[in-house]
């Protein structure tokens, strides 16, 4: 470090005197040197070292597979796609952490208590949603989804 900043000094012409304090020395450096302190090579080694950490950070992110917070590892590819549509049009911050917080198996559990609720009473499950703040539209594409993926037999 020394060294660039001596070289540095040589190449700008500036000879420090004992009547110059380090002070304005240093002042003299940070305006001058940093340009010339980092090399090609050494920008080059970072940003490679950059790339690096994103693409490790990317592929962590896009290995996770699911898109939600909730263990769906106990589900079927249906139930798993209809609970993650649920998470993401959840209006409950409450309602998602509890979905959080569940274990797998508490997702499976609460999802077969939950069937004959979502298949049963259609007027009831739009209710519900409605009380929830859902809009017209999105009430219908919950109730699609849910027929589609829960309430179907395979």
Known sequence: MFRAFG???EKSGFTPTPHHSSTEIDAYM??????EVYTEESVVKKARLCLL????ILMAVSCSG?????DTSRLTDREEEWVEFSYAHEKSDE???TWEELTAAGVKSYLDKQRPR???????????????GYEA??????????????????
């Open 118 to 132: 979502l298949c049963g009473d259609t007027a009831s499950l739009m209710q519900s949603l409605k009380e929830s």
């Open 53 to 56: 950490v994103v693409a490790c």
């Open 66 to 70: 699911s898109d939600t917070a909730v």
């Open 137 to 154: 539209g999105e009430m219908q594409e919950y109730k699609q989804k849910t027929e589609e993926l829960i309430c179907s037999p395979l």
């Open 95 to 97: 309602i998602k952490r």
């Open 30 to 35: 940070r305006y001058h040197a940093p340009l």
């Open 7 to 9: 070289a540095a000094l």
